[in-house]
């Protein structure tokens, strides 16, 4: 076909809600009392990209400082890149609410969403076949909150404490990460 294939909400993870943490400002309140959180991601496969032709991947994480945000707010760039033929993805991780004045909770946070990014560009790689995705030619992207996730994932993928791969033997690394806006520096901090 000669048409962008667009998988909307695909799960690729599920984990405890450590209190009041959410996917997405669009599930925020039915999400927030919920035991376990569902973790989703949104794929746009270009007509190029099938099992036999695969193609670079472009894995999308959006802003927000940790507390808030969606997939859908980077919905407009992974669709300019799917357009160009590359596959992209765009990523819900856990949101933790007021995690900015409270630094165990921001630490808790940055592991948190972490541990969802780094599952998510392994589900991904995991279904390479089915997605027409070339798993040796993979970047991540994010701005503010995102990027950080990108950088992170960049310098710690698979080693980050605190954090467990739902796919066994499938690595996080990326072989490109790109950030924007992105800090985990406390400005207010001496």
């Not at 701005?143 to 698979?158: K, R, T």
């Amino acid at each position: 076909s000669s048409s962008l294939r667009q998988m909307r909400d695909v799960e690729y993870s599920r984990r405890p809600n450590a209190g009041s943490q959410f996917t997405s400002e669009l599930t925020r309140v039915a999400e927030q009392g919920s035991p376990v959180l569902v973790l989703r991601l949104d794929v746009s496969v270009p007509p190029n990209a099938t099992a036999q032709q695969r193609q670079p991947l472009v894995v999308w994480f959006h802003g927000g400082g940790l507390s808030s945000g969606s997939k859908e707010d980077v919905a407009a760039q992974a669709l300019s890149y799917a357009s160009a033929g590359y596959v992209a993805a765009t990523v819900n991780f856990r949101l933790t609410p007021d995690n900015e004045t409270d630094p165990v909770k921001r630490v808790l946070a940055l592991q948190h969403a972490m541990d969802d990014a780094m599952n998510a560009i392994r589900y991904l790689k995991s279904n390479a076949a089915t997605y027409g995705i070339d798993p040796a030619r993979v970047a991540s992207f994010g701005n503010s909150a995102g990027g950080a996730l990108s950088l992170v994932n960049a310098v710690e993928f698979d080693t980050l404490v605190n954090t467990v791969s739902d796919y066994p033997g499938v690595s996080s690394k990326v072989q490109a990460a790109v950030s924007t806006g992105a800090t985990l520096v406390d400005a207010s901090a001496s």
